[in-house]
């Protein structure tokens, strides 16, 4: 039974479904953004940032994932990204909550040599200041689901990559549907 959760790691199903659940936060964001006019801030800007990121590792894993060693790796940088969305979504779930100042300027702070801001404004633009984020069902924040969502997102990386190098076999076998 372990020994099957940990070639689950090294399916693409697996990593399409994180693919397909960063869609989705992608989307979910998007939606309020431009159809309930929820601008986002810079730290909103840098959270999607870290969603999309979440989406080019599992397309990548996607194409390497049959290999042990690159499987570990894919999850280890999942794990990471993980939590670096923790990091940014409670920051901006501390600066929602008046528990910290915020700092947060209209400018994302993207590096030169990729800045998504300029190239996908429409999705990597901020359009507010920090300090808010809307309310979503049972009683949360977006901030809060966020936080949430890294949880999630760290669990799935250490649990995968933790059942893949305990339980892993060294060759997976080749099938259509994996």
């Given at each position: 039974m372990l020994s099957f959760a940990a070639n689950i790691c090294r399916s693409s199903s697996y990593w399409l479904?994180?693919?397909?659940?960063?869609?989705?936060?992608?989307?979910?964001?998007l939606y309020f953004q431009y159809q309930l006019g929820y601008g986002p801030c810079v730290l909103c800007i840098e959270i999607r940032a870290v969603?999309?990121?979440i989406m080019l590792i599992s397309l990548l894993a996607m194409l390497l994932c049959r290999y042990r060693v690159?499987?570990?790796?894919m999850n280890l940088a999942l794990s990471a990204a993980g939590v670096l969305l923790y990091?940014?979504?409670?920051?901006?779930?501390r600066i929602e909550r008046n528990q910290v100042e915020s700092?947060?300027?209209?400018?994302?702070?993207?590096?030169?040599?990729?800045?998504l801001d300029?190239?996908?404004?429409?999705?990597?633009?901020?359009?507010?200041?920090?300090?808010?984020?809307p309310m979503l069902w049972l009683d949360i924040t977006m901030a809060e689901a966020l936080v949430y969502c890294s949880y999630g997102v760290i669990a799935t990386g250490v649990l995968m990559l933790a059942t893949n190098l305990l339980f892993g076999?060294?060759?997976q076998p080749t099938s259509p549907f994996s």
């Open positions: 479904l994180i693919f397909i659940a960063g869609l989705s936060l992608e989307l979910i964001a969603v999309f990121l690159l499987a570990n790796l990091f940014k979504a409670d920051l901006l779930l700092a947060c300027g209209f400018k994302a702070d993207f590096p030169q040599w990729l800045p300029i190239w996908l404004p429409s999705v990597f633009e901020p359009w507010e200041a920090c300090g808010y984020t076999k060294k060759k």
